[in-house]
């Protein structure tokens, strides 16, 4: 069994800052790329920025040069720090990863269970 399990969501004015966090844990063999996607009311989930196992990122034009992705490989733990944040940054955020579990041949996706951010004007 996998899992991934966020913190660090919370309600923040606008220009604040708050840092995401995605640990994954279980029976994992090896994991590949770990992302962040959002998911405001009345739309659909977006990707924010991604990071594979090799360091490489990719952001959302949305949030490029205000949020920063990382992971520790060591904790399996990816992060999502957000800087400068807007009114329209306000959404539930999922943390994903594709991970190849124990015993298992390929790739599977896995979502956390989502975490919301709330950015006051």
């Known amino acids: 069994q996998v899992q991934l399990v966020e913190s660090g969501g919370g309600l923040v004015q606008a220009g604040g800052s708050l840092r995401l966090s995605c640990a994954a844990s279980g029976s994992i063999f090896r994991i590949n790329a770990m992302g962040w996607y959002r998911q405001a009311p009345g739309k659909q989930r977006e990707l924010v920025a991604t990071?594979?196992?090799?360091?490489?990122?990719n952001y959302a034009d949305s949030v490029k040069g205000r949020f920063t992705i990382s992971r520790d490989n060591a904790k399996n733990t990816v992060y999502l720090q957000m800087n400068s944040l807007k009114p329209e940054d306000t959404a539930v955020y999922y943390c994903n990863a594709q991970i190849t579990p124990m015993g298992f041949v390929g790739i599977r996706d896995y979502w956390g269970q989502g975490t919301q951010v709330t950015v006051s004007s």
């Open positions: 990071i594979t196992s090799g360091i490489n990122t």
